[in-house]
């Protein structure tokens, strides 16, 4: 039997090189984690019960030219060496920044949603414009949301007047717009008075030092500016505009496809730094005469908790192959982006609550990290469309996925120093119902002898079985979205799972790991199918089906304890400098 060893699973600021990465990458990389560490933990925690915006630390970004360096597509780099839209080290940058607190992240996040529409337009000046103001160090704004349509871009209000010269006159307001108080442009999606329906879209680029643009205020008490913005007869030039019609329509789509891709790894940063201060506290404490890590109850949250941390970061770096691979032939990047938005967004709030139980009144101290994370962290599932939406749309693959057949193969492994051009490039949103698949079971096959893997796999295929036995009625199908909502829960499962095992492939995981990590799918799909169980409008075909098919996992004691002797390994594997 494959021994569970330490470790290296886990990010560890303190070690980790970034090796696999370009000279110039690592460099970035490990100066963004020094300056966190010179800051401090105290003074870090301190700033983060204030409003005061962080401009320290955008005044490191734009010394360190790190988003000039990361943000930068080829395309418009010039003969800049290093200068790349690079998914693989962006979404350990992603992991770094969260690792450190999410309102650090933020900063990168939405100058990330900013950039979208203009790289993904034919308008060379405002490309040429956007380098050039990324060299100087700023930040970017995506000007997409409204105070009363949300993300609703059927409804804007910001209405765009012609006015003659071949430009426009804008007016109306954006609300929840990060970075909106600084961004040298901010891009802003609206609809012109004189033309109806989806032709009559503009995203245009919008200067937030502009008279005609009027800050309202941060909407949020935090480090972080989430913006309320006005437009007051914004004279938009014609070379301002990014996109017209139904392409401005799909440049917000695709945009908000690259940034909810790393709403997870910014989870996972923040469950990290959560988990390292909880063992090492818990490791550390003693009760009753005992070590608080040896509980059993303890024992059990810090397995659950690691192994769902584990799940969640093998599942997000072989997702970075699906999305360097995609192309317009192969765009099964769609099902696992918004998966590594909402699955790996929960898991990591998840990891933090199931912590919570260990670390306890610790988690609430001022000099705690953790108050900072629990605080935060419940944030992600909600941002770039919540949990709900996506889960809708995850509905739209699950019958080519279920019962596909297509000769696809697994992507290769995508670690080199490559621009991921596609990402600017994705063409039009429709048609996910169409997008194929292979067949899933000859890699869980593979896994057959893992004891929690064989029976994860007789609960997929029950799934498959429900569909085709107890099939959805004409209700549930169109009108009753809560019963939608648990079904896709089950069917999210399968894809996350199935990634979960192809890198555990790559890295040669040890089948302890992997049988624990299914341990925790197991005993998730068995919830989900008592709370399907449960919908108002579930049949007694599909009751019956939930009860049969509640399983109990594996129980293995020996591997449980090799487990355990690597969790407690970590405390004090990794402490914030002072």
């Known amino acids: 039997m494959t021994t569970a060893t330490a470790t290296g699973r886990l990010l560890n600021p303190a070690k980790d ?8 990458t690592q460099r970035v990389l490990r100066a963004t984690i020094e300056w966190f560490e010179a800051k401090g933990k105290a003074r870090l925690l301190a700033e983060s019960h204030t409003d005061a915006w962080y401009s320290d630390f955008i005044e490191f970004l734009a010394g360190e030219r790190a988003f000039a360096t990361f943000l930068t597509p080829a395309r418009d780099a010039g003969d800049a060496a290093g200068k790349r839209w690079d998914t693989a080290r962006n979404a350990v940058f992603n992991e770094i920044l969260g690792f450190y607190g999410l309102p650090y992240w933020y900063a990168w996040q939405v100058t990330i949603l900013g950039l979208g529409p203009i790289w993904q337009s034919e308008n060379d000046t405002a490309r040429a414009r956007a380098a050039r103001l990324l060299d100087d160090g700023a930040v970017f704004a995506f000007g997409l949301s409204e105070r009363e349509h949300g993300a609703d871009i059927y409804s ?3 209405i765009l007047t012609p006015d003659g010269d071949g430009g ?3 007016s109306g307001g954006k609300y929840y717009i990060g970075n909106g108080n600084v961004a040298g442009m901010v891009s802003v999606f609206g609809r012109r008075n004189d033309v109806e329906g989806p032709d009559g879209y503009v995203f245009f680029a919008a200067d937030s030092a502009h008279p005609a643009y009027k800050l309202i205020g941060n909407v949020v008490h935090g480090q972080l500016y989430v913006s309320a913005f006005d437009l007051d007869q914004y004279p938009v030039r014609a070379e301002d505009v990014l996109h017209v019609g139904p392409a401005a329509f799909e440049a917000a789509l695709n945009t908000i496809n690259v940034g909810k891709f790393n709403l997870g790894f910014c989870a996972i940063g923040m469950a990290e730094h959560s988990f390292y201060e909880t063992v090492t ?13 040896e509980f059993g109850q303890v024992r059990r949250i810090l397995c659950e908790s690691y192994a769902r941390l584990l799940a969640t970061k093998l599942y997000g770096a072989r997702a970075v192959d699906y999305v360097r691979s995609a192309s317009r032939e192969d765009r099964r990047y769609l099902l696992f982006t918004p998966i590594n938005k909402m699955q790996v967004t ?6 933090v609550r199931l912590l919570a139980e260990v670390i ?4 609430f101290e001022r000099d705690s990290y953790f108050e900072l994370a629990k605080t935060g962290i419940d944030g992600l599932p909600k941002l770039e469309g919540t949990v709900h939406v996506n889960r809708a749309l995850t509905l739209k693959f699950l019958p080519q996925y279920l019962l596909g057949s297509s000769e696809l193969s697994p992507p290769p492994i995508h670690k080199e120093a490559a621009d991921d051009a596609f990402l600017f490039d994705q063409g039009p949103t429709r048609g996910l119902g169409k997008i194929a698949f292979p067949d899933w079971r000859p890699l869980f096959d593979a896994f057959a002898h893992v004891p929690n893997v064989a029976v994860f796999r007789q609960q997929a295929d029950a799934l498959v079985a429900l569909l085709q036995e107890a099939p959805l009625t004409s209700e549930q199908m169109t009108g009753d979205l809560d019963f939608q909502q648990s079904l896709s829960q089950l069917f999210t499962l399968i894809p996350y799972a199935q990634l979960i095992l192809e890198q555990a492939q ?10 624990l990590v299914f341990e925790t799918l197991v005993r998730d799909f068995s919830t989900t199918a008592i709370e399907l169980h449960g919908k108002d409008s579930s049949t007694e075909a599909q009751q019956a089906w939930a009860v049969a098919n509640v399983r109990k996992p594996v129980i293995d004691s020996e591997r449980s304890d090799r487990v355990y002797t690597e969790v407690r390994a970590l405390a004090g594997a990794y402490e914030m400098s002072p």
């Not at 306890?360 to 988690?363: E, H, L, Q, V």
Request: glycine content about 8%; hydrophobic content about 35%; cysteine-free.
């Open 156 to 158: 804007t209000d910001m």
């Open 168 to 170: 426009f006159r804008a």
């Open 506 to 515: 790559i890295e040669h995981t040890t089948q302890d790991i992997v049988d």
């Open 346 to 351: 929960m898991e990591g709030e998840r990891i």
């Open 360 to 363: 306890s009144a610790k988690g």
């Open 17 to 24: 090189e970034f090796s696999a990465f370009d000279g110039e």
């Open 281 to 293: 506290q818990a490791e550390n404490r003693i009760l009753f005469g005992k070590r608080v890590t």
